[in-house]
């Protein structure tokens, strides 16, 4: 056995290169000694022009070529110092290069620059993560099948910007990573700003299966040109259902393909569950064994489609209203807070936006946050570790000021809100913005049913709230057949 590989009889010197050189050297790294060696190998040493004896009169000796030779060359305890630092250093610089990958998902694709704006902010405060973003479903419905499709194929992300009504499928199969452990074993969870009443948006069993990023609420968007020739005030908009159908019934009458009110109500079933809550109502008992939509609050909410179908709500498909709003040719829209900065961007020079409160019938009232929360799938004990650091980037004040201005979603930070270096003075800035901010304390989880049909009870309620609008069913009738179609797809 040679001495190289031999424990027993190996030097020091060879133990480094055996050690900490070789396995360098073969993972595709590179040791260059030269700077601990001072003569390049093989490179003769220059004779000594001195000769071996005294030189006489000048006080001191002469080197003989042998010695200088010898002081080119470190000792061997100098040599072991140096060559470990060398490889110590490029062992450091190894491990700095090494980066943590995780996968990101989210939906839908108009929020690209979003998630890519979030992603680079990230990665430059930590270098150590790379964030790779899987292209984005067409909406969250689309983007919750196709991560239980990965589930099923082995090919989950690590995590997803999930709609908060489409975490609950993912929670009830096991497949959400309960964040809980993590929030207790992390000190600094408590100084980042979301508040507990947030985090429940997305706990389902008791465990936190996700945490909000986005919250989007409802509002009515008006186009204040159309307002003011109309004939409203500008400075006093309608607080109440009433104003609001009349003031777009005025607005509906200008003609030239003016339209006047549309109230969206093909949103994954978020429009019926606001205006159920608008109502003072809920979808489900506290312990969800019964349906309790089907009382006077979800009366109540299809009326108000009916009604607005009698009094002139254009007959247009979702898309078609929010175009024809960006156009400036419908004057009040209700939706989501999300689409704000959209539409000011189709507003500006062209007509003046503003943003109101949905009429609500007392202040308990409460209402359905839309927008998304942030799951992690992964299992991965290191992929865990970067997820939750980017989780609580994204949750904390530098992430939700990048949504925001990138967005009109509401914060769930309130550190964040509250900062007059931040949010607080973007706010001042853009007023309509913080309209929508002001409805926080009445927000709520956005309503997943149990079971395995949330995606079919959905499009029952969609259904059902279509023929309303178009005059082809009663609200009552209408309520008594979407209850038994629901409670048909619930779990007994």
């Not at 790779?132 to 082995?154: E, W």
């Not at 429009?271 to 309790?292: K, N, P």
């Not at 969609?462 to 609200?475: A, F, G, I, T």
Request: charged residues 20%; aromatic residues 8%; glycine residues 10%.
């Amino acid at each position: 056995m040679s001495a190289i590989t031999s424990a027993s009889r190996l030097s020091p010197v060879a133990a480094i290169f055996r050690d900490v050189v070789l396995p360098i050297t073969a993972a595709g790294g590179f040791v260059d000694l030269r700077q601990w060696y001072p003569r390049p190998p093989g490179q003769p040493a220059k004779s000594s022009p001195c000769p071996t004896t005294l030189r006489r009169g000048r006080g001191r000796s002469c080197q003989t070529t042998r010695q200088r030779r010898q002081s080119m060359f470190p000792s061997r305890r100098t040599f072991l110092s140096m060559a470990t630092a060398a490889a110590a250093t490029l062992v450091l610089r190894a491990r700095a290069h090494q980066q943590t990958t995780i996968r990101i998902c989210y939906a839908p694709a108009s929020l690209r620059g979003l998630y890519e704006a979030l992603a680079r902010r990230f990665m430059e405060t930590r270098p150590d993560i790379r964030v790779v973003l899987d292209s984005p479903a067409v909406d969250y419905d689309g983007l919750v099948q196709q991560t239980l499709r990965q589930n099923i194929t082995k090919q989950l992300p690590d995590i997803s910007h999930q709609g908060l009504n489409q975490i609950r499928p993912l929670a009830d199969r096991g497949i959400a990573v309960p964040l809980d452990r993590f929030i207790a074993g992390d000190p600094a969870w408590k100084t980042i700003g979301v508040p507990q009443e947030v985090t429940s948006f997305a706990s389902y069993g008791g465990k936190t299966c996700a945490l909000p990023f986005a919250i989007s609420v409802p509002v009515l968007f008006y186009n204040m040109d159309l307002v003011k020739k109309a004939g409203g005030d500008p400075d006093n908009l309608p607080d109440d259902w009433n104003g609001v159908i009349a003031l777009g019934r005025k607005i509906g009458a200008l003609g030239e393909g003016t339209g006047g009110l549309y109230v969206e109500y093909t949103n994954n079933g978020w429009s019926f569950q606001t205006l159920v809550g608008a109502f003072g109502g809920r979808m489900m008992s506290e312990d969800e064994t019964r349906i309790t939509f089907d009382g006077p609050a979800g009366l109540q909410a299809l009326q108000l489609l009916q009604r607005l179908g009698k009094e002139g709500q254009p007959g247009f498909e979702r898309d078609q209203a929010r175009q024809a709003f960006r156009a400036g040719k419908l004057g009040i829209l209700f939706g989501a807070s999300s689409a704000l900065n959209g539409y000011q961007q189709s507003a500006a020079g062209n007509f003046r936006l503003k943003v109101g409160s949905l009429p609500v019938s007392s202040a308990s009232d409460r209402l359905p946050a839309a927008g998304n929360g942030i799951v992690m799938l992964t299992d991965d004990p290191d992929r865990q570790k970067a997820c939750w650091d980017y989780i609580k980037f994204a949750v904390g004040t530098a992430g939700q000021t990048i949504m925001v201005e990138a967005t009109g979603y509401v914060p769930v930070n309130l550190a964040a809100i509250s900062n007059p270096a931040g949010l607080g003075k973007f706010f001042d800035a853009h007023p309509e913005h913080r309209i929508a901010s002001q409805r926080i304390a009445m927000m709520t989880g956005w309503f997943a049913f149990p079971g395995e049909n949330n995606s079919r009870i959905i499009k029952a309620i969609e259904d059902h709230c279509y023929l309303v609008v178009s005059q082809k069913q009663d609200p009552a009738a209408a309520l008594s057949s979407l209850v038994k179609d629901v409670d048909a797809l619930l779990p007994h």
